[in-house]
């Protein structure tokens, strides 16, 4: 398995606490320290890689090597979502998941995910969405189609900030996650 833009370890090391073998990448070093660390102490460091590097980079080295690929809450944060999509459709092996979650760009995304998560209620730092990268579902969509996935299932997710729950929902107007599937046709 491998998990695009794994920050601090959470997932990748989730992934590895249920049996997986699993290769997290990023582009930032601190985190990727921090998981490194983290991994050691939690004695999962057997069963995790991680690398800096770009998805697109980690496509060219690892190509079709992959059952599963995440790329959770990154896509709205990198220069170029088509070419990314692609490094994760190419990751993927024939057959195989891809599954990314990112944040919709519409008014109640911006409200909520912008000036409520990071202005008002302070959940996240200011300034760390750029509202001009969120996506909708149809580009998305879009995008892995061209890059050879086929989408499977597209579902949002809600946050309760004051509960702190998180859950899947029908509603996809601000966070959501997309199940695709690579093709097995050439």
Same mark, same amino acid.
């Given at each position: 398995m491998a998990d695009i833009g794994c920050g601090g370890g959470i997932l990748t090391e989730s992934l590895a606490t249920?049996?997986? %073998?699993?290769?997290?990448?990023?582009?930032a070093e601190g985190p990727l320290a921090v998981a490194r660390l983290h991994a050691i102490e939690s004695g999962l460091?057997?069963?995790?890689r991680y690398e800096r590097t770009t998805p697109e980079a980690f496509a060219g080295e690892a190509p079709g090597a992959f059952s599963l690929v995440t790329c959770l809450e990154m896509l709205e944060h990198v220069p170029d979502v088509?070419?990314?999509?692609q490094a994760l459709a190419?990751?993927?092996?024939?057959?195989?998941d891809v599954i990314v979650s990112t944040i919709n760009r519409n008014p109640k995304s911006y409200l909520l995910a912008v000036l409520g998560a990071e202005y008002v209620?302070?959940?996240?730092?200011?300034?760390? %969405?750029?509202?001009g990268k969120f996506i909708r579902p149809s580009e998305l969509a879009r995008?892995?189609?061209?890059?050879?996935?086929?989408?499977?299932?597209?579902?949002?997710?809600?946050?309760?900030?004051?509960t702190r729950n998180?859950?899947?929902?029908?509603?996809?107007?601000v966070n959501y996650v997309v199940h695709a599937r690579k093709d097995t046709s050439p």
């Open positions: 249920l049996g997986a %073998h699993v290769t997290g990448i990023d582009m460091d057997g069963d995790i088509t070419s990314t999509v190419d990751l993927a092996e024939p057959g195989g209620l302070g959940i996240l730092p200011r300034g760390t %969405h750029d509202y995008a892995m189609r061209a890059a050879g996935l086929s989408v499977v299932e597209i579902v949002g997710m809600r946050y309760n900030p004051f998180c859950s899947l929902a029908d509603d996809v107007d």
